[in-house]
């Protein structure tokens, strides 16, 4: 039992800290607006979830953000936002993928993306507009802005509908292939048992 704390405690740290420098790299996807920029930090915590369950991986989570928080342009409204959207993926896929249900991939992955798509577009409503609009740049040129680059974004709601929704949908898609390619790389190096804890030999029982 302590040598598995420890090992959850050393592979949370390893991507908590892995998670934070990839959030520095990031870039803006086609035809959605500029400042909707996708990066790889939530892979290695989804990772960490299919492992070892969601409390590690929320863990790890929460240093990522407390991590970027120094650079936010937003009083921390960003980071919030990502947790809540990182959370909202993670739970469902990991907790599917953990358990016995068939087609345990195929629902996990239907249910974190549509978390994180429900959560993105409730997060940038209630959230990262409200906080742009006061820090950044106002209402009306954040649509006009958005509507440069997708003509039917014509007004906040359709820039929640038409962009924000349909990245966290390709981010969302993204992450899970990702993660789960990670994940079966790794299971034919070190079988794991269907709890996602490598398989004990005998001698390793003894």
């Known amino acids: 039992m ?3 704390n420890v090992r959850i405690l050393t592979f949370t740290a390893i991507a908590a800290a892995l998670s934070a420098v990839l959030m520095f790299f990031e870039f803006p996807l086609p035809f959605l607006p500029p400042f909707l920029k996708l990066d790889f930090s939530t892979v290695p915590l989804l990772f960490l979830g299919y492992l070892y369950g969601p409390v590690p991986a929320i ?11 120094p650079f936010s342009f937003t009083g921390g409204v960003g980071q919030i936002a990502d947790f809540l959207i990182s959370i909202c993926l993670i739970l469902p896929s990991c907790l599917f993928y953990r358990s016995e249900l068939k087609g345990k991939f195929i629902w996990g992955s239907i249910g974190g993306v549509a978390g994180a798509m429900v959560a993105g577009m409730l997060a940038n409503k209630f959230l990262l507009i409200p906080a742009y ?8 040129a954040i649509v006009s802005l958005c509507q440069s680059i997708n003509p039917a974004i014509t007004s906040i709601d359709g820039y929640i509908v038409f962009g924000a929704a349909p990245f966290n949908l390709i981010k969302g898609l993204i992450i899970i292939i990702l993660s789960v390619v990670l994940i079966k790389m790794l ?3 070190f079988p794991m048992d269907k709890k996602g804890k490598k398989a004990q030999t005998p001698a390793s029982e003894q």
């Open 187 to 189: 299971q034919k190096v």
């Open 59 to 69: 863990a790890a989570t929460l240093v990522k953000e407390l991590v970027h928080l």
């Open 133 to 140: 609009s006061v820090l950044i740049m106002p209402v009306d």
């Open 2 to 4: 302590r040598n598995r």
